[in-house]
């Protein structure tokens, strides 16, 4: 079983501070995370001024402002972004970003990327599906608010422009911050694999660790979660991202999970457990005085630890037949006392 990718989500929560930003890149590096991925985006390039935030993105520190002007604030230049590359290299870290625009597509050529991540606004621009089908990468392609016949169409899209269906990821996604339980829809991801023989993964938006824990036992490949140094700060996705010590726990536990599913599928003893089976399973004793010649009965015999006599799973070999010695009560039958 290949390792799950675990890609900690700081997108935008730098809050358009690279000195921020560099301490997130330290806190995702000491979780112990694979990939740190961010948001590179020219804000005059994907969202018309006039456009309104979404519910979550609206805070109370923020009332009145536009979708633009929010993120305008949350844009790092492309210098900031080689800075943050180099400092990943040093603190031993994937750099992984998602991008919305052209001019940020040719510049992230720049960042010598694993994969190009497209998130989930983009899964319907079949014009920028085919320029990242163009750069002949491996692709992460988040899904959020699709259906299944949107996927099949942007799989086609990038298929029929040269990428292989090996080199995509699929994730599985729901874009409310934070994402109601009862709308997480996990099954969608198995959905997902079956439909496509794809890989596919799960970008989450819940609170707490749970449901990526959940999804990797379900067989995700790849795992994303948002993360913040503090929940409290202002911005649209600190609130429903985890904090430092919450992300290294999700990582432990992943980790967990998959040594869990791991086995062979077979149902047998382990090596760890078989020092256990003398101890813990029951042999066959007797509960009361017996006389040679006296039958063995439910009555005068009883199943005890430990389980280094005749097995309990003998009893009807034994009952019915006679003592062929005079026996104690509480002693553990051994196969010379029984008469054949």
Same mark, same amino acid.
């Given at each position: ?87 990943? %290299?040093?603190? /031993? @870290? &994937?750099?992984?970003? #998602? ?8 510049? $992230? ?84 694999? %079956?439909?496509? /023989? @794809? &890989?596919?993964?799960? #970008? ?8 990526? $824990? ?88 009883? @199943? &005890? ?12 070999? $034994? ?22």
């Amino acid at each position: 079983m290949s390792k799950v990718i675990i890609i900690a989500e700081a997108g935008v929560n730098h809050n358009g501070d690279i000195n921020l930003a560099y301490k997130l890149v330290d806190a995702a590096s000491e979780a112990g995370v694979d990939y740190i991925k961010f948001q590179t985006f020219i804000s005059e390039l994907i969202v018309d001024k006039t456009t309104q935030k979404a519910d979550y993105q609206k805070t109370k520190l923020r009332e009145g402002e536009t979708q633009f002007e929010m993120i305008k604030k949350l844009e790092l230049s492309f210098e900031d972004f080689h800075k943050i590359k180099k400092y990943c %290299d040093k603190r /031993k @870290i &994937k750099f992984l970003t #998602s991008v919305a625009d052209f001019t940020s597509l040719e510049k $992230i050529d720049e960042y010598i990327l694993d994969y190009i991540k497209i998130a989930s606004g983009e899964l319907t621009n079949k014009l920028f599906l085919r320029k990242v089908a163009l750069k002949k990468k491996p692709i992460i392609l988040s899904t959020g608010m699709a259906t299944l016949g949107e996927i099949e169409e942007a799989l086609f899209t990038l298929q029929n422009e040269g990428i292989q269906r090996s080199d995509i990821i699929v994730l599985h996604c729901n874009t409310e911050y934070p994402t109601p339980m009862n709308d997480v829809n996990l099954k969608a991801m198995q959905t997902i694999a %079956d439909a496509f /023989k @794809i &890989k596919v993964g799960y #970008s989450d938006h819940t609170l707490g660790l749970e449901i990526p $824990i959940a999804a990797v036992a379900l067989g995700a490949k790849v795992i994303e979660k948002h993360f913040t140094l503090d929940k409290t700060l202002p911005g649209p996705d600190h609130s429903a991202s985890l904090e430092p010590h919450e992300l290294k726990a999700m990582v432990v536990a992943i980790r967990n999970v998959e040594k869990a599913i791991s086995g062979s599928g077979r149902k047998e003893p382990s090596d760890s457990e078989l020092k256990n089976r003398v101890v813990v399973r029951k042999s066959i004793f007797t509960s009361k005085k017996i006389f040679k010649g006296e039958v063995f009965t439910e009555s005068n015999i009883t @199943i &005890k630890r430990p389980g280094d006599g005749i097995a309990a799973v003998e009893i009807d070999l $034994i009952l019915g037949r006679t003592a062929a010695v005079e026996l104690e009560q509480g002693r553990k039958l051994e196969f010379k006392d029984i008469q054949w």
